[in-house]
Structures are given as structure tokens and as C-alpha cells.
């Protein structure tokens, strides 16, 4: 079975300085990693998704993910934040055969004060 | 327009109450899902279809019965209501049911059982 651990639940910051929400993975198979973020009473939103390839992945928003195989993670960065990027971030993992079956981690709320 | 939209969005229920929530997607996929996230934002696949068949079943109890009457819908009917069915029920879908697939989520429907 595979697993994500986000270490940080809530990580705070201020408006244009970078940051890095870390995402950890288990799995005896190979995976997909995805992160998604959720803003305030809304649903999910894909940020970005590693399938294969080059391990720095970019997304949304100005947001990019780097797959670390060796150190089975996938950690989220952005140079510089903005006020609307607060909102809660998920990673999730599926592996990468078979049915569609995402394993989400418990998320890391990003919180940018001006 | 809503890609994938759900009804209600906010459900306010008593114990041992009978409940539904409709899913529809235009996006037109062919597999749906219900997720639900608890009170600590923890998403956890319940039930997936893929044209109208189920194909994951999380061993959710058999008080929740999902119905999908065609590829665009997938309704989630809860018998018998516990508190601790609380939750928010994200559905969503994807084209393929297959890994890797990106899935995109609805906004959520809050149901509190009191």
C-alpha cells in the first residue's frame, strides 16, 4: 500500500518570500505523486503531477515539484508567494498501474501575510 | 459552467436519517468518485465507477450505496445516519480509470448529522 506524510500542517509566511511544503512517500511499487490545493470551502485543484520524465515537474501558478526518488520525496516550491495563495495543499500518491486510486496526505495549510 | 457539481452543498441532518448527494460531471469522463474528508481535512477514496460499474469499493459500510444511472452521474444515497458520517463528500472524475489520470473534484457537500 502506499502512503504520504506531510510533515508541516500549517506553514506561515510572508507575501513574496519562497517557500517549500514538503511531502514525503511510501510505497514497494512504483507511483505517481500529485499536488493539489484546496482554497477556503471549495473542492480540490490540481496544482502539478509527476508521471515520468524529468523529476522537476512545473505547474499551476507558479508552482513546481521536484521528484526525489532516492529520498522518496516530492516537495512543492515557490519563489514568491502572494496573499491569494493561501489555502491548503495535498499531496497524493497512486501507483503507477492499475486502477485510479489516490492516497492523499493529511495537507499543510500555507498561510502568506503581507 | 461547473465541471463537476454536487447537491446540496450544505446538508444539516438528524441521527438515523435517510440522505442523498447528487454528483453530475460535463466534462464528459467516464469514471467518478466519491472521496470524503473529515473533520482533520483527511481524504479517503470511498467508491469509484467507471462507465456506470463500480470498480473501487474502500470497504465503506453498506449504509453508503453509491448509483451511477449513466457516465455523467454518480449519486451517493447514506441509510441510517451517524454522527460520524460528518464529513465533506468531494465528488469527482476523470477520463479513464486508470493511474495517473488527472482527477477533477467538485466543491464539496458539507453534511453534519446532529
Known amino acids: 500500500a502506499q502512503s504520504v506524510t506531510q510533515l508541516d500542517s500549517q506553514v506561515p509566511v510572508f507575501e513574496e518570500a519562497p517557500v517549500e511544503l514538503r511531502c514525503n512517500y511510501s510505497s514497494s511499487v512504483s507511483v505517481y505523486l500529485f499536488w493539489y490545493v484546496q482554497y477556503p470551502n471549495q473542492g480540490l485543484q490540481l496544482l502539478l503531477k509527476?508521471?515520468?520524465?524529468?523529476?522537476l515537474v512545473k505547474g499551476i501558478n507558479g508552482f513546481e515539484a521536484e521528484f526525489n526518488k532516492s529520498q522518496t520525496s516530492f516537495h512543492l516550491r515557490k519563489p514568491s508567494v502572494h496573499i491569494s495563495d493561501t489555502a491548503e495543499y495535498f499531496c497524493?500518491?497512486?501507483?503507477?498501474?492499475?486502477?485510479?486510486?489516490?492516497?492523499f496526505g493529511t495537507g499543510t495549510r500555507l498561510l502568506v501575510s503581507p | 459552467d461547473t465541471a463537476v457539481s454536487q447537491t446540496p452543498k450544505y446538508l444539516v441532518t438528524q441521527m438515523g436519517n435517510d440522505k442523498s448527494i447528487k454528483c453530475e460531471q460535463n466534462?464528459?469522463?467516464?469514471?467518478m468518485y466519491w472521496y470524503k474528508q473529515d473533520s482533520k481535512k483527511f481524504l479517503k477514496i470511498m467508491f469509484s465507477y467507471n462507465n456506470k460499474e463500480l470498480i473501487i469499493n474502500e470497504t465503506v459500510p453498506n449504509r453508503f450505496s453509491p448509483k451511477s444511472p449513466d457516465k455523467a452521474h454518480l449519486n451517493l444515497h447514506i441509510n441510517s445516519l451517524e454522527l460520524g458520517d460528518s464529513a465533506v463528500y468531494f465528488c469527482?472524475?476523470?477520463?479513464?480509470?486508470?493511474?495517473?489520470?488527472?482527477?477533477?473534484f467538485g466543491e464539496g457537500s458539507w453534511l453534519t448529522v446532529v
Open positions: 509527476y508521471l515520468s520524465g524529468s523529476t
Open positions: 497524493a500518491v497512486t501507483k503507477n498501474t492499475g486502477f485510479q486510486k489516490l492516497v
Open positions: 469527482a472524475s476523470s477520463q479513464g480509470d486508470t493511474s495517473g489520470n488527472t482527477i477533477y
Open positions: 466534462l464528459g469522463h467516464d469514471t
